[in-house]
């Protein structure tokens, strides 16, 4: 068992750093209540102990998305992530001796099916039918010996709320709340889910997924055009495929295809929990000790090889579609963990948060041309090199055309002139102001601890990431929005209306 | 503190010895500590003489203060006509800047404090609220308060809102879900109460400042506002500050909240609204639902419970887990606090599912009348309302929200205490007996929106189908009307008849084709784009016309009531709504006009006087087929402008468009403009230069063919 690295001196660094009026939640106070546990197997506990209200926070972060897949298995992180709560060998199953025999049947049928279905000519139409039966009734079978939702139903009567779970290109978290009192049971079942997960209903809930992206990209023209957009602006990496997945690998993938990416990705040293509410660590370090233990340390999958070649071409992409125009415009940037990314954080600030930044007070107060303008960086993750993306929605009458020149006009400014003063105070007194804010919930604090503690290695970046911005020049952001905005960087995505002339 | 940790670690460590599997318990066995005590922290409660009533709820874990309002106004107090006033007035209340100072003041003055200050108006109740580092609270509540108490409501302000609204509604069919939560909120409200009728464009446009500030000086007044501080702060000093800033607010009429219209009778039925360019069919029944008010709530809430509220509910179960059905399906009889909420249920799948959908979801709603919740459903859905209790008051800032609620709606200030009491009471007879009153599946109005040609079954198989036309009303016209008189008809025939002498010749009303070419300057943003552009129309309705844009040829073809669209190789049929268009566009073409000049459904008036650029004309209004526009005919019989309600070609908003031509030479016995500029609402859009132009040109029937794709 690790400990952490002593941090007294960063603590003192900070306040000497920090602007005396501004009465910030420090790195120091925060430390105090804040335990690192590591165990033998790698895996990495952060305890927050705030104890406002009775209630517990947990948020299990994974440090696997959409960018550890490859063609052929897109969209199985994200399914995995749906199966996760389809229980274990002890929950969820009247009998799981019977219903492992039977899932292997389904397993059978499903892979006799699929053969026959990708054979040239697609098949013969009788075996078709006759083997769609078959595994059709093999999965009945199956759920006969299920108890369903039976994971999730524990958590709810238990008295948990916001039970969710979420994949983006770079992780899979699971989070969820419940009364002070149940650390064990969450503990119990978060090392099973991990520990020891069951597959069922697995075809069943393929289809779900099928449906989530039929509702979420198919249907929707920005969820059509972001598919396309984020497609086009990688080349190489793995960042171009959705999270969601293509619907001829959700048609495709097999129960055996998710237990091979759990097992190569679900591994302790590659998760991090944050526990946040209502606790004291000495008092549940031995109930974690207990129950996560008992994860195998398996190895550590390789990090990903590809990386994303310098962008030489601008590109342009148009989806003709039946809805009003939607503009968005990307330029790769680097990874979370560059130095410049706080320079990037100030740039889409000055750019774009609120109502006194530029693009607001250009295209929507003066020119009067969009609706809504925005500007993000991290997309679609963070973890590797990125888009900062620029989004508009022109308002009637006007065109993407329109706002693409504003949007031009006001790039080309911030990469020429130096922002003004007031400008650089406001960015890093709303970078202090946010750290702040995102202090008074449990689980957005077991959140951002998770998630630092993954892309940085050390979760005290949450703090130390002020501190970088309250260091940012002027210069550096016209060196780095100079160095960002060319052409040959960029990719532009933009709905066409149908009836465009 | 680390140290210490490690060590205890350490310690045991060394306790742990033994294999952990063996001293994991399967959950049923473990045992928990008691939830430790916890009283929820009770706001202070002022009222100041002037009727403010205001609650304090001091937290110092944190250095913010977060002051809010709720002020007893809503859109349900506004005149149907100017539907929108109550939510505009709540945007522009802070943007549009106070007596002290104009909004982009306010907001250069809070960005540089990462303050925030919002406002917005919704059905039943106006909002307020502020947000800052403690340091600054003085200076942001006197922002604040100026923003509650004397706003400016600037018109330019206004304007953007405006803008905004007509963005809104422009946009409101693209999204399905939108779509499909409005419209039942309408079949059940009915379409002309405060709580479901939609902004149009006429009634954005009917609404001024003066609206604004007339609706302001009606309710925003101290005895109609409760006001809220939470965060790190000293409630006498806040007193202090609040009497400062807020205690010569003079009082204003107590007003009561007005009686809510809305359908008192079912409307049940099956509703269709065809969109087209989706995968999925989205399904929603729905009737009225309770009010908070009603003893039965928590008897309600339980039966929500079982029946859509969660993972062990009914329909997630059944729906999506079993049937496989659906990513997304809910259901639960909804309460509402001024009028009842709506009782509703629904999913979304796939089109090829529709009517195995609908089935299931009746099945469900049937079938918790008829196996009401059983005694282990019951006592899952209560322990599952009561162990998560505790969220309830997990926070200062929710209890503050709570508290302030119930003062607002008139409930108890221990309704939550209560709460727990009331839902522990709720027995199994209970939830049978609610089931049954307030669940009526033959009051139900199902309402599916999505592709009919993709369902597995016709919807009319589930009843009489009404299909709902969700077209959005075009904007007011605002061009001038003119007076119909036996001499204006006369005069109007007479001055048609010479415009289409002097611009379609002698032969005017038996031409076949007209082609031409031009090229066109678009101006966007303060850019140009060069168009090529040729048209070919053949009487009465088959049009084709290419534009030959930076990114390729684009085509598109219509003939008669079909029509299809190519661009960069691939083609695509024309939507039925974009045909309806072309052909309404023909109706009003210039070219048209002339042709079938003489015809019984050409109807032209003739109008006063006017003038283009310094030339003087006459009015005349012409509808061909029902389709209107006005030509100002100068005196050579010319046409020197043309004005009409259509839309700006670049987007599809609806707006005024008017087109000019000029630069006219004799062709072939014929008067023809070699220019026209179109402009749209007051903005140039296009400019036109004619390059060539023929009548009766030879007819290549392949230009009109479809080609394969």
Excluded at chain 1, 146 to 172: C, H, M, P
Excluded at chain 2, 87 to 94: E, P, T
Excluded at chain 2, 633 to 655: I, M
Aim: charge should be neutral; hydrophobic fraction near 40%.
């Amino acid at each position: 068992m690790r400990n952490g690295i002593r941090y007294v001196w960063v603590a003192v660094a900070l306040l000497a750093v920090a602007a005396p009026a501004l009465d910030a939640q420090d790195l120091a106070s925060f430390s105090k209540r804040l335990t690192e546990h590591r165990l033998d197997n790698g895996l990495t506990f952060l305890i927050y102990e705030r104890p406002t209200a009775p209630v517990v926070s947990f948020f299990t972060y994974v440090n696997v998305g959409a960018a550890q897949e490859v063609p052929g298995i897109t969209g199985l992180a994200h399914m995995f992530e749906h199966m996760a709560f389809k229980g274990t060998s002890t929950i969820g199953t009247t009998d799981w001796e019977a219903e492992r025999q039977a899932l292997a049947r389904v397993d059978q049928a499903y892979h006799a099916l699929y053969r026959e279905r990708t054979r040239p000519g697609g098949g013969d139409p009788e075996t078709l039918a006759r083997l769609q039966k078959e595994f059709e009734e093999a999965q009945e079978a199956a759920d006969a010996y299920i108890k369903k939702n039976e994971f999730g139903e524990i958590i709810e009567r238990e008295g948990g709320v916001g039970l969710n779970a979420g994949t983006g290109s770079d992780q899979t978290v699971y989070f969820y709340s419940l009364p002070a009192n149940k650390v064990e049971l969450w503990a119990y079942l978060e090392s099973e889910r991990f520990l020891d997960p069951v597959l069922r209903e697995f075809y069943k809930e393929r289809d779900v997924v099928m449906e989530e992206r039929r509702l979420r990209t198919d249907s929707q023209p920005i969820g059509r055009l972001i598919e396309q957009f984020v497609a086009t602006a990688f080349v190489a990496h793995p960042y171009k495929q959705p999270v969601v997945g293509y619907m001829s690998d959700l048609e495709s993938f097999t129960r055996e295809d998710a237990e091979a990416f759990y097992r190569t990705h679900y591994v302790p040293a590659n998760m991090v929990i944050a526990i946040v509410g209502d606790v004291r660590a000495k008092e549940i370090i031995p109930i974690l000790e207990k129950y996560f233990s008992r994860l195998p340390a398996g190895t550590p999958p390789p990090p990903l090889r590809t990386v994303e070649p310098p962008s030489i071409a601008e590109k342009v992409v148009r989806v003709p579609d039946a809805s009003q125009p939607v503009y968005l415009e990307g330029y790769h940037r680097p990874a979370v963990t560059h130095p410049d990314n706080v320079v990037y954080d100030a740039i889409a600030e000055v750019l774009s948060t609120g109502r006194t930044s530029r693009l607001y007070r250009s295209l929507v107060r003066d020119k009067k041309i969009a609706a809504q303008v925005g500007v993000f960086n991290g997309f679609p993750g963070d973890k590797y090199p990125n888009l900062i993306l620029f989004f508009a929605i022109p308002s009637p009458g006007h065109s993407n055309e329109e706002v693409q020149a504003a949007i031009r006009e006001e790039i080309a400014k911030i990469s020429r002139e130096p922002i003004t003063d007031d400008e650089l105070k406001m960015v890093k007194t709303r970078a202090k102001a946010e750290l702040i804010r995102g202090l008074d919930s449990n689980p957005e604090i077991a959140s951002k601890l998770a998630e630092y503690q993954t892309l940085f290695g050390d979760w005290r970046e949450l703090f130390r990431q002020v501190e970088r911005i309250d260091k940012i020049t002027k210069e550096d952001i016209m060196r780095v929005a100079q160095a960002t905005f060319v052409p040959s960087n960029r990719t532009v995505a933009m709905i066409v209306p149908l009836d465009e002339k | 503190m680390r140290t210490q940790n490690r060590l205890g670690v350490l310690l045991l460590a060394g306790a742990l010895a033994a294999p952990a599997t063996a001293q994991v318990k399967h959950y049923q066995e473990i045992t928990y500590p008691p939830l430790p005590v916890f009283s929820i922290p009770k706001p202070q409660v002022v009222t100041l003489k002037n009727g403010l009533t205001v609650f304090m709820l001091p937290d110092r874990e944190l250095p913010l203060v977060e002051v809010s309002a709720r002020i007893r106004t809503g859109s349900i107090y506004e005149p149907p006509e100017k539907a929108g006033l109550a939510r505009l007035m709540g945007v522009v209340q802070r943007t549009g800047g106070t007596a002290r100072s104009s909004g982009d003041a306010i907001d250069d003055f809070l960005a540089l404090r990462a303050a925030s200050i919002e406002t917005s108006v919704g059905a039943d109740s106006g909002f307020a609220s502020m947000n800052c580092l403690k340091g600054d609270v003085a200076e942001v509540l006197a922002v604040f308060a100026d923003i509650l108490r004397t706003p400016a409501f600037a018109e330019d302000k206004l304007q953007i809102a405006k803008v905004q609204a007509r963005a809104a509604i422009a946009r409101r069919n693209d999204n399905v879900n939108a779509i499909t939560m409005r419209e039942l909120q309408r079949l059940v409200y009915g379409e002309d109460s405060p709580l479901a009728r939609n902004e149009e464009y006429a009634t954005i446009a009917a609404i001024t400042r003066d609206d604004l500030v007339a609706f302001h000086a009606r309710f925003y007044h101290p005895n109609n506002v409760y006001l809220g501080v939470v965060g790190d702060f000293d409630p006498k000093a806040m007193l202090r500050l609040l009497e400062q800033r807020f205690g010569d607010w003079p009082r204003g009429q107590k007003l009561d909240a007005p009686a809510v219209a809305y359908r008192k009778h079912p409307r049940p039925g099956v509703f269709y609204i065809e969109k087209k360019d989706v995968n999925q069919a989205n399904i929603v029944m729905g009737h009225l639902g309770i009010e908070m008010r009603n003893p039965d709530y928590f008897a309600v809430e339980v039966l929500n419970e079982v029946l859509g509220g969660s993972f062990a509910s009914r329909m997630f179960s059944n729906i999506r887990s079993k049937k496989g059905l659906a990513y997304s399906v809910y259901g639960g009889v909804g309460a509402g606090f001024t009028a009842p909420g709506v009782m509703r249920a629904g999913m979304q799948t796939k089109l090829e599912k529709m009517g195995e959908a609908v089935e299931a979801l009746r099945e469900e709603l049937a079938g918790i009348i008829t196996h009401p919740p059983t005694p282990e459903e019951l006592a899952r859905a209560k322990e599952s309302i009561l162990n998560s209790f505790v969220f309830n008051y997990d926070s200062s800032a929710k209890i503050l929200r709570q508290q302030m609620l119930y003062a607002y709606y008139g409930l108890p200030a221990n309704f939550l205490e209560t709460y727990r009491a009331n839902i522990e009471k709720v027995t199994a007879a209970d939830t049978a007996r609610v089931a049954k009153a307030y669940i009526k599946p033959d009051q139900l109005a199902l309402l599916v929106v999505g592709d009919a040609s993709r369902f597995d079954r016709p919807l009319s198989t589930f009843g009489p189908v009404t299909t709902i036309d969700i077209t959005i009303p075009p904007p007011p016209d605002t061009s001038a009307k003119i007076q119909r008189s036996e001499n204006a008809a006369e005069a109007g025939r007479a001055l048609l008849a010479k415009v289409a002498r002097t611009l379609g010749g002698a032969d005017a009303a038996s031409v076949v084709a007209i082609s031409s070419s031009a090229t066109t300057t678009v101006s966007m943003g303060g850019q140009f784009l060069n168009l090529k552009r040729s048209a070919l129309l053949v009487f009465p309705d088959r049009l084709r016309q290419a534009v030959v844009t930076p990114m390729g040829e684009q085509v598109m073809v219509m003939d008669g009531g079909q029509g299809f669209m190519t661009m960069g190789g691939q083609v695509r049929p024309l939507p039925a709504s974009m045909v309806e268009k072309e052909q309404e566009d023909l109706r009003r073409d210039l070219r048209v006009l002339v042709r079938y000049h003489a015809e019984p459904e050409m109807d032209a008036v003739a109008g006063g006087n006017d003038e283009v650029a310094g030339q003087p004309c006459t009015v005349l209004a012409v509808t061909y087929k029902g389709v209107a526009s006005q030509l100002c005919v100068a005196a050579d019989g010319t046409v020197l402008r043309q004005t009409f309600q259509g839309t700006n070609p670049l987007t599809r908003a609806p707006g005024q468009v008017e087109l000019r031509f000029s630069d006219y030479r004799p062709l072939d016995g014929r008067q023809v403009p070699h220019r026209q500029v179109m402009l749209v609402d007051g903005e140039e859009v296009m400019t036109s230069t004619l390059e060539s132009w023929q009548v009766n040109p030879p007819v290549d029937e392949a230009l009109f063919a479809k080609p394969a794709a």
